[in-house]
């Protein structure tokens, strides 16, 4: 196996990464703390929601107190309070999940969500699906996305298939770009900082008549980070720090025909460029020098939005996303490198129609046929699936709400796969308890390159006749009101897996085979306060227990400990102040290089500060501090994160 290849595997074993009416939700509890501080404004008010809204968890805009699922929603609001410029910083403070990034903003990150895998994780980004089916396990590279053209993000715990078809086994994530409306404004910030960090980015937005327009661009440049640890590097060779260059185009265009018709359609263009220390020999050692990791991503979507009836909506899309990868190293001046490449490819034509049966109750159906294609060094193959779903949303009372769905998919590689979800909530009288659970399925079909892609100098083959991963799972739990200002919840999930693929080796080849199985399960808990109108805070803790049942042993990068606390404070009304505390506990992992397989990482402890003063209407003036304390920590071990690190900007805007 040629090293460009043997390390991309190291690294994917390294991270396994308007619509209809609202249902009406009761009076008192519409009242009470849904979420702290999830709509923040610079310079203004800190602002509990009244009715926080999800749309992931249900496909249509939902009080998130009508669904049993459980969902974060983090607001471009928030994350500007907090200068959270990236998405691996934002899910961090995520309850149910671990972050993992080999160093610097640009290295591969991956997202754990309930203790499942990294490539358990279906990502959408304004509808899209992002997983890449250019990498060996389809899982998404979270370091190339930015959150300056962010209008929200939600990530849906729990299997998912029933609703969002392959991939969703542990659970969505959705990122919303921002639309444009009202008047034509322009804004742009710069900022820079600690280890060579400059980024800058601007956005023009609003409409006109029938149309409207959101038009940005964001760079992000990081040009000296020391990820490998000092005593990792062998005697006579220097640290080679990371560099990261990121730019982003993303463009989003409507055009409302009639009151009846609309048009809507995205493009985002991403270029990223990532140097790392070099790793040589075996077991694998950093080496004077550094690899070179280039990625681009094409992303379009175009919709026809129809709504021939009061209460009948129908959308008609059409998506397409390209991945090009691109790996050399090590850049050996007397030994150039011959560089792999990797191209990914997903088009996608899809239906759904939603339907109001009566007062309270709404019906969804759609179906959708998507294509993939994979090519890389010996191998262009390609695959596809056929997929139908319906779900009904009801309010059965004014107190009672339920949300079932049930989804069949023919691939034309392995045949069929039908799940489902159901989650209901209820709302107890007098005390405003709210009761919420979820039961439901999920599937992973097997990617391109572990049915196809051979390696025949190594004896490692694919193998066709894989079968599909899948998961079970449910969660229940409860959030009960305290008054007006605290809201406290906790949430017990378990999720089981089986037909996980490994690889195996026999005598004579090693290839990929289905005989995993693993259990998930733990307990998430919160407390929400707003302590006065201009301080709330958040407390989360997630316990999560894992166990592969097969060698009996803790599945790795699963920390059984989390806590992250947020809090907002507004002393002046110009002034924003912002705190966020992340704690992992102790988790097994292997070595930098996988020759030490499992070992006990340590876990670690950060905190963030935040300042935003509005100078004026359209003048912002803002500075943070990331690892206040200066914690030394690895994850993934043998990798670096951030010290302690100051950042300051400005951002001006036009009206």
Not at 115 to 128: A, Q, Y
Not at 209 to 238: K, M, N
Not at 594 to 602: A, H
Request: aromatic letters at 10%; one cysteine or more; glycine letters at 10%.
């Amino acid at each position: 196996m040629p090293h460009s290849l043997q390390r991309a595997r190291l690294s994917v074993l390294a991270l396994s990464c308007a619509g209809p009416a609202l249902l009406a939700a009761p009076a008192a509890h519409a009242q009470q703390v849904a979420a702290p501080f999830a709509d923040v404004s610079q310079g203004g008010e800190a602002v509990i929601p009244l009715a926080e809204i999800s749309v992931s968890a249900t496909g249509v805009p939902t009080p998130v107190t009508q669904t049993g699922s459980s969902v974060t929603v983090l607001t471009s609001d928030l994350l500007q309070a907090q200068q959270v410029r990236t998405a691996p910083d934002a899910l961090r403070q995520v309850p149910g999940l671990n972050v993992v990034q080999t160093g610097g903003a640009g290295g591969q990150t991956s997202v754990f969500i309930r203790g499942t895998n990294s490539n358990h994780v279906k990502v959408l980004i304004d509808g899209i699906d992002v997983n890449d089916p250019s990498t060996p396990n389809r899982s998404f590279d979270f370091s190339q996305l930015q959150t300056e053209h962010l209008s929200r993000l939600e990530v849906l715990r729990g299997p998912q298939s029933g609703l969002y078809g392959a991939d969703a086994i542990g659970g969505v994530i959705s990122f919303v770009t921002k639309r444009g409306e009202g008047p034509a404004r322009a804004t742009a910030f710069v900022e820079g900082g600690s280890y060579g960090t400059a980024n800058q980015g601007g956005r023009i937005s609003g409409s006109e008549g029938i149309f409207d327009y959101s038009f940005s661009v964001q760079h992000l440049r990081q040009a000296a980070l020391p990820v490998t640890p000092f005593e990792l590097l062998p005697v006579g060779v220097p640290l080679r720090t990371a560099f990261t260059d990121i730019k982003t185009v993303s463009t989003k265009l409507g055009a409302q025909l009639t009151d009846t018709f609309r048009l809507n359609y995205v493009l985002r263009f991403s270029d990223s460029a990532y140097l790392d220390q070099a790793d040589g020999g075996f077991p694998y050692r950093p080496t004077p020098y550094r690899n070179l990791n280039d990625q681009q991503q094409l992303l379009m979507r175009g919709e026809a939005e129809w709504t021939p009836l009061p209460g009948f909506h129908n959308v008609f899309g059409a998506n397409y996303s390209k991945f090009d990868r691109l790996f050399a190293g090590p850049l050996d001046p007397l030994a150039p490198p011959t560089p792999s490449t990797y191209l990914g490819e997903r088009t996608r034509f899809d239906y759904r129609g939603d339907v109001q049966l009566a007062p309270g109750h709404l019906l969804l159906f759609g179906a959708q046929r998507e294509d993939e294609r994979f090519q890389a060094t010996g191998i262009d193959k390609s695959n596809g699936n056929t997929g139908g779903f319906t779900e009904l949303q009801s309010a059965i009372t004014d107190r009672a709400f339920l949300v079932a769905n049930i989804r069949h998919d023919e691939n034309d590689q392995f045949g069929g796969a039908t799940t489902f979800r159901i989650a209901p909530s209820y709302i107890l009288p007098y005390t405003e308890t709210r009761l919420k659970g979820s039961v439901g399925t999920g599937f992973k079909p097997p990617t391109l390159s572990q049915l196809y892609q051979d390696y025949p100098g190594f004896r490692f083959f694919g193998n066709p006749a894989l079968r599909p991963e899948e998961s079970f799972g449910f969660d229940g739990g409860f959030e009960q009101p305290l008054g007006d200002r605290v809201l406290v919840g906790a949430t017990y999930f378990e999720t089981d897996f089986r037909n996980l693929i490994q690889t195996a080796y026999f005598p004579t080849f090693g290839t990929n085979v289905n005989v995993g199985r693993a259990v998930a399960y733990g307990a998430e808990s919160f407390v929400s306060v707003k302590l006065t109108d201009t301080l709330s805070g958040r407390v989360d803790y997630t316990n999560t227990v894992t166990k592969d049942e097969i060698a009996h042993q803790e599945l790795l990068r699963r920390p059984r400990h989390k806590v992250s606390a947020t809090a907002i404070w507004n002393p002046l009304p110009q002034l924003t102040l912002t705190g966020t505390l992340v704690a992992i506990g102790s988790f097994v992992d292997g070595n930098r290089d996988f020759s030490v397989p499992r070992l006990k990482n340590p876990g670690f402890t950060l905190v963030n500060l935040s300042a935003n003063y509005a100078y004026s209407e359209n003048l912002t003036l803002f500075a943070r501090i990331d690892n206040l304390f200066d914690q030394r920590y690895q994850n993934p071990t043998g990798f670096l994160g951030a010290g302690l690190a100051v950042y300051g900007g400005v951002r001006v805007s036009s009206f």
